[in-house]
């Protein structure tokens, strides 16, 4: 009987013990993300297992997977890729996922990245008057710069016919997800306002960015959807030197006192950890900080994150919401990458999975 007791003791307090080191976790960062390509159909059942062994016993509990135009829609048919996932597909990472206590959060990339290098992506091949500057035509060999400072198409936010299109694929990969949230990416956006556009012509950048912030943000909130976004438009790049990739050159920035404050900014900075969540975060703002391939600068940026939230006001500290490791590939090549350990050729260990690796073990020490 006594064995039966001090075991019993025993099993009570480990539970306890984990019930604290997690609520601990928890008030750390409330968000441990990731975020990739979903995989093609063939590489689902190993991002299954990925998830389990993997995102599971590190304690990420949000899982953004980049699906764009990979998945067989029934509401629009004609917008869906070839080899794209079916319903089945989705279902297993989905039940993946809810079993390991994820929040999965699909991401349809909307208003720019309508085109990549040479290739114009689904929206506007099947929709070619929905294009911001149709005179652009792409190109057979991709350059930068170009004369038509061109890195990818953007879509017309004033379109009358393009949000139709949009919520319809938006209502259908979110229910086909199960989820609450869903991420509009909206990053890198290069050509927006265009002289040449009927209807945003001599419009203010960041009133149309802002614009269609509101638009997506309301259609969602009608279901009780959040919106996700990256925020690189929200940032100054000349005053702070950030550059146009991860700030905006064009005058986007005053829309970060234009937006809803209740969507989530993903806050990506890939060379210098920048300070920026503060400045999200004294507009009203949630963020994430998100880093990429070099894993001491997502080391600093964890430590950053922590202490924003350890040293702010109590009205400024729930803003600071967690940490997201990026991949920008699709999950087969980083699966590849991470299981076969592979290392860069130029960067050596500043690859995805070593950033993933070693952020994930200094958010397990803690």
Known sequence: MRKIFLFTCLVVLLFQSHVFSQSRLDSLLPVRGFCIGAPAPKD??????????????????????????????????????????????????????????????PQINLLGHQSWASKLNKLLTVYPEFDENPEVKMPAKYEWPNADNLYCKSYCPLHPGVHKVLFDVIDEICEVFETDAFHAGMDEVFYLGNDKCPRCSGRDKAELFAGEVRTIRDHLAQKNRQLWIWGDRMIDGKTTGIGEWEASYNNTYRAIDMVPKDIMVCDWHYERADKTPAYFAIKGINVITCPWRIPALALQQTDDMINFRQSSTPEMQPRYKGMMQTVWSGAGEFLNGFYAKKKDNKGGNDTPWDCFTAMYAKIDAL
């Open 44 to 105: 689902v059942d190993r991002f299954v297992k990925f998830i389990t062994e993997e995102l599971a016993p590190r304690k990420v509990n949000t899982l953004i997977l980049r699906v764009d135009y990979g998945y067989q829609f029934k509401s629009h048919s004609e917008l869906a890729d070839s080899g794209s996932l079916s319903q089945q597909d989705i279902k297993k990472l989905v039940g993946a996922c809810k079993n390991a206590g994820i929040r999965i959060i």
